[in-house]
């Protein structure tokens, strides 16, 4: 048997918002520690990594490793019909599940509703992901991440990110010109104006800006985003889910044509 009882259904129905415009389908993982999920996007640029643990739950029971293929669109209609203050519970009583049950649960317990969402059968493809020594981690403000690649967007398709001991810098140049965004070091006791440095190397890489923006609709799960950078390393941006666990986006770097001539 496998049961997962997530007390603010909102957040599953947020990671699935977050995620939607990069996977089509994917398989959950699931194992007595909790929920996993990797997943490239089809031009395989990009690689989405979920972890919830078992003790963020409110009930969590897993009898043996199971995985579940999901359609993300198919799951997002499913979702649509929990309201944003109803417990979620996942729940599949059989060894090889053809569906997967959910239930959708109002404060006042006055209301229930039931689904059910048919699996696939989809190839897994093992991603495994390198533990990486990153030389720059930036902290941020999440919104203030998501403001400042929304604004860069309407000048270039890509973005130049630079490191310093001091600051970060964020740089585009297209064809209607050119611009950046300086953002310093700042210890703030608040999550919109904190910004955290830890820069043991400097980087500057180069990311395209479609994707950092389709990243950034995680942004309501966390104040915070964590950017993490090395040289020739995908950039990994990291949204921190309470007790729950977090979603990880990975992406590679854009090779410019002096380097790859």
């Known amino acids: 048997m496998f049961e997962a009882k997530l007390q603010q259904g909102v957040i599953f129905k947020k990671i ?23 997943a490239m996007d089809s031009a395989h640029v990009a690689l989405v990594s979920l972890k919830l643990n078992e003790n963020g739950f409110k009930d969590y029971r897993c009898d043996r490793p199971i995985t579940l293929g999901l359609s993300i669109e198919n799951l997002s209609k499913i979702l649509k019909c929990a309201g944003n203050d109803d417990t979620i519970t996942l729940q ?28 696939m059968s989809l190839d897994s493809e093992s991603l495994g992901i390198p533990d990486t020594d990153y030389s720059s981690v930036i902290q941020m ?38 611009g950046s965004i300086t953002v310093k070091n700042n210890q703030s006791d608040k ?45 990994m941006v990291e949204y921190k889910i309470d007790d729950l666990g977090s979603l990880r986006f990975y992406l590679a770097p854009k090779i410019s044509d002096e380097e790859s001539s």
Not at 30 to 35: E, I, V, Y
Not at 99 to 106: D, I, R, V, W
Not at 214 to 230: G, P, Q
Request: glycine share 2%.
């Open 16 to 38: 699935v918002d977050a995620i939607k415009d990069l996977v089509k389908s994917v398989n959950i993982d699931a194992s007595t520690s909790g929920l996993s999920m990797q």
């Open 92 to 119: 599949t009583d059989e060894e090889e599940p053809s569906s997967l049950k959910f239930f959708f649960e109002n404060q006042q317990a006055s209301k229930i509703s039931e689904f059910s969402l048919n699996l």
């Open 141 to 178: 403000s999440s919104a203030e991440f998501s403001r400042i690649c929304k604004e860069l967007s309407s000048i270039s398709e890509t973005v130049e990110i630079e490191t310093s001991k001091e600051s970060v810098k964020f740089s585009v140049q297209g064809d209607i010109g050119a």
């Open 191 to 235: 999550d919109v104006d904190r910004v955290d440095l830890q820069i043991d190397q400097p980087v500057k890489l180069t990311f395209a800006l479609r994707y950092l923006n389709m990243f950034n609709k995680a942004v309501s799960l966390s104040s915070t985003v964590s950017l993490n950078m090395s040289e020739e390393n995908p950039l």
